[in-house]
């Protein structure tokens, strides 16, 4: 697990959301992957995830890298 602190940009403010393990390695509530994240940001950003394309080594790419990742709206006020 991680911990981040967000500020503003559409975020709930003085929210904890999920839970880590008891000695904080793991979480083990309402999971955010790294690529949940990454599409909340671009949401807020006024992205689609989804539809965001980048070339590397001269293939298209997408920042999820074809994972499952879904947007927390449960974070966004």
Same mark, same amino acid.
């Given at each position: 697990? #991680? ?13 904890? #959301?999920?839970?880590? =393990? /008891? #000695?904080? &390695?793991?979480?083990? /509530?309402?999971? *955010?992957?790294?690529? =949940? ?5 671009? &949401?807020? #950003?006024?992205? =689609?995830?989804?539809?965001? *394309?980048?070339? &590397?080594?001269?293939? /298209?790419? *997408? ?7 879904? *947007?927390?709206? /449960?974070?966004?006020?």
């Amino acid at each position: 697990g #991680f911990s981040i602190w967000l500020a503003g940009g559409g975020i709930k403010p003085g929210m904890t #959301f999920g839970a880590t =393990d /008891e #000695f904080g &390695h793991r979480a083990v /509530e309402n999971i *955010v992957t790294p690529n =949940d994240y990454q599409a909340t940001l671009l &949401h807020l #950003f006024g992205l =689609d995830w989804n539809r965001l *394309v980048y070339l &590397h080594n001269g293939q /298209e790419q *997408v920042i999820t890298n074809h994972r499952d990742a879904r *947007v927390v709206t /449960e974070i966004l006020a």
